[in-house]
């Protein structure tokens, strides 16, 4: 149990974003924006069963909602956590939400819980408006009583901030038009509205967070004005303005067609997918980093025309120099082609995976062609086997001290010649206790 729990550690260290310099221009700009408010004076008003807490700006022209909670119609008391005698009241709870557009005088700008107040080691999880915690990593979406029978939801057309996990939980949502003076819909935001089945996007969005939409398999229909400089839809795929980049696919769409004009393909396009199958056009000469990562996407094809990607096997590669693009797992495995020379950070792995194992394979096969590898890429986990063809370890480049760099925990089969030396290399990365001797195994 104590190795599982390492493991579990260890996989999601890896699976966490690099903070980019955007993120940490992100984070300042919110620490202006605290700055803005008066957070000693709280305001609240109650509106279609619902009270609404409140901050105002130091100017008193813009109001913040930080915090949404169920009230008794009768008694005008909170019932968002009822004991068994109050059941029945959660049963009469509101179909709709109906957001005010002013709170003394001063429009609603903002939603999002006030997250302030928490520690810096405890902000790697968010609070939704309704002040339930969203943690992702846990497949927790914040799911509680207020919105446990919420319908419709009408937001303020002033809005022009949504923060992290705001609208997360909300399992009845079926409909939403975001106002047009948002810009960036944030990680979590919609998180776990699991009857979602159409979203207007706003007029200024320029940024949306792949695990905006995370858990909403029936999203089938997004709209945006066509005056949106940033964007534009098309069949079932929001893509960059000059419809040259693939930015994401909708999370109920089953079938798409890349658009020929497409070149690029962004990072976690396909995260939320439910796409089985993707051609790669012969214009398409870019895969950012697991772009073609998706829970259904088990084939992936593509054009003999294309002078930049190929496929042999469950691989497709970069004809330049042998690098592995995406890995398409059959079965929960992976055999890596002997076309293949590199295995790089920026691989996507889909297909049939470990999905109780954080999308993990079950087995992986390496052929001795590859002699260059990025750090613990692709991933394997605790009950994974690893069989290693070459006769000298891979080169680990992009090493992290923060978790181990090759597969640990796993049961590991390589040359019978070659055992010495892999014992070896991983007591060089100091992991060599992390493969107990029985799972060890020589061909």
């Known amino acids: 149990m104590a190795k599982k729990r390492l493991w579990i550690i260890v996989a999601l260290v890896f699976a966490c974003l690099v903070v980019s310099a955007a993120d940490v221009k992100a984070v300042r700009a919110e620490s202006w924006r605290v700055k803005k408010w008066n957070m000693k004076k709280k305001y609240t008003v109650s509106k279609g069963g619902f009270r609404f807490h409140a901050y105002l700006s130091k100017d008193k022209k813009e109001t913040w909602i930080y915090f949404v909670e169920t009230i008794s119609k009768a008694s005008g008391k909170s019932y968002e956590y009822p004991g068994e005698e109050s059941a029945s009241k959660i049963k009469q709870a509101p179909s709709q939400l109906h957001f005010p557009q002013k709170i003394k005088g001063a429009k609603v700008t903002k939603i999002g819980a006030d997250m302030t107040f928490e520690s810096k080691d405890e902000l790697d999880f968010y609070q939704n408006v309704f002040g339930s915690w969203v943690e992702y990593a846990h497949d927790a979406d914040g799911y509680c009583n207020a919105v446990r029978n919420v319908k419709s939801m009408t937001l303020p057309r002033s809005l022009a901030e949504l923060d992290e996990s705001a609208f997360s939980g909300m399992r009845k949502l079926a409909k939403v038009d975001i106002p047009d003076a948002v810009k960036t819909l944030e ?112 084939d992936v094809t593509v054009d003999t025309g294309n002078s930049v990607f190929a496929r042999d096997g469950q691989c497709i590669y970069r004809k330049s120099d042998g690098a592995l693009a995406v890995g398409i797992a059959t079965k929960k495995k992976l055999v890596i082609s002997d076309r293949i020379t590199k295995l790089p950070e920026k691989a996507s792995l889909c297909g049939e995976l470990l999905e109780d194992s954080y999308n993990c394979l079950e087995e992986l096969d390496i052929s001795a062609s590859v002699k260059e590898m990025h750090a613990f890429c692709p991933v394997v986990s605790v009950s994974s086997r690893v069989y290693y063809r070459g006769n000298e370890p891979p080169k680990v480049i992009g090493i992290i001290s923060s978790y181990a760099p090759i597969p640990i925990f796993c049961e590991v089969y390589v040359p019978k010649d070659a055992l010495a030396a892999y014992k070896k290399w991983y007591e060089s990365f100091d992991v060599l206790d992390c493969i107990e001797k029985r799972d060890w195994h020589t061909f």
Not at 253 to 267: L, M, P
């Open 187 to 298: 990680y979590e935001c919609f998180y776990g509205c699991e009857k979602l089945r159409e979203v207007k996007l706003p007029k200024r969005l320029s940024g949306i967070r792949w695990t905006c939409f995370e858990d909403c398999p029936r999203l089938v229909k997004v709209t945006l004005p066509k005056s949106n400089r940033n964007f534009a839809v098309h069949q079932g795929t929001l893509l960059s303005k000059d419809k040259k980049k693939l930015v994401w696919v909708f999370p109920g769409k089953k079938d798409i067609k890349i658009s020929d004009t497409v070149n690029s393909i962004k990072t976690y396009a396909f995260i939320n997918s439910q796409v089985a199958a993707v051609h790669l056009g012969k214009n398409i000469v870019n895969l950012e980093q697991h772009c073609l990562e998706g829970k259904r996407l088990n």
